[in-house]
């Protein structure tokens, strides 16, 4: 009896051994696969490096197999945007304060060396200093009333600088905005007294030019009803020209008698001289 009690103690222990050494190999396994799997989401580039040294090959987006002693860093090669407030001064020495917008966004082919030369945090690096230099750059060749009036060229010129500027560093510039500039209250108040005063002047000049034009019209409406009076009169002029010169050509002798025929009463004149001698007209 005390020898069958004896000889079951050994085996319960032996169990217990194995278990011990089987649990521990079980999850070392599970934690070596879990290590080797990894998961590149979509929109990122996987990075893959060994011991700190950077593999000459990526991982695109899926579930991909790796060593257990590599790791991997998700570069994000989706188009990214970012909002900066700036300060930066005119050629007249004009404070401006400036809201520039970026999108940009790295090449999945470029995501290795960016990787390699710049790091992870490859935005306040590389791009934040070359946004704030472009800007401030352009906008020094710049007048402040230039920048009021032509703020299209400004943008147009930040962006062409911007983007030469990241491509250096294999960042693609997609799309620039100024979302808004302000200037010095001081400066502001000078922009809109001088508007006030060219809008006067506008304003005057084109009254004087309208009156100019009245008087102009006025007076070349006169011109030509006085050219239309003198027209009237020379016309009529010649219309009676015209006709007293048909008339003097159809009075002859014989009209002339017969007019005097038709308004004669029949009574003979007579004219009484000194003399007292009578003088008759004869008819023929």
């Known amino acids: 009896m ?21 649990i521990p190999v079980v999850v070392l396994l599970l934690i070596i696969i879990s290590c ?23 991982l695109d987006s899926g579930v991909h197999m790796k060593y257990p002693w590599q790791k991997v860093i998700m570069m994000d090669n989706r188009i990214q945007k970012q909002t900066v407030d700036l300060s930066c001064f005119s ?3 004009q404070e401006v304060s400036m809201t520039y917008t970026v999108n940009y966004q790295i090449n999945k082919a470029n995501a290795q ?3 390699k030369t710049i790091g992870i945090n490859y935005y306040d690096t590389v791009i934040i200093p ?5 800007t401030k750059v352009v906008t020094a060749k710049y007048s402040a009333e230039a920048l009021v009036s032509d703020r299209t060229a400004l943008a147009t010129g930040i962006e062409e600088l911007l ?8 960042v693609e510039l997609v799309s620039t905005s100024i979302e808004n500039m302000a200037f010095t209250e001081a400066f502001t108040n000078a922009v809109e007294e001088k508007q006030v005063a060219q809008q ?8 004087a030019q309208r009156k100019k034009i009245e008087a102009d019209a006025d007076a070349e409406v006169k011109r030509i009803e006085a050219k239309g009076e003198a027209d009237a009169e020379l016309i009529k002029a010649e219309a009676e020209a015209e006709a007293n010169k048909k008339i003097a050509e159809s009075i002859t ?16 004149p007579t004219v009484t001289g000194s003399s007292g001698s009578l003088v008759n007209i004869p008819l023929e």
Not at 130 to 134: F, M, N, R, S
Not at 200 to 207: F, G, I, S, V
Not at 253 to 268: A, C, H
């Open 91 to 93: 050629s007249d020495i």
């Open 253 to 268: 002798d014989g009209v002339l008698r017969n007019k005097f025929l038709e308004n004669w009463d029949g009574k003979l």
């Open 2 to 22: 005390e020898t069958t009690t004896y000889k079951a103690r050994p085996v319960k222990t032996r169990r217990k051994g194995k278990l011990l050494i089987i």
């Open 130 to 134: 070359c946004i704030t230099e472009a």
């Open 113 to 115: 060396e960016i990787y």
């Open 163 to 170: 983007s030469t500027k990241l491509s250096e560093f294999n």
């Open 200 to 207: 006067n002047k506008l304003r005057a000049e084109t009254e």
């Open 36 to 58: 080797s799997i990894t998961m590149i989401p979509t929109g990122h580039t996987g990075v893959v490096t060994t011991f700190g040294s950077v593999e000459d090959y990526t």
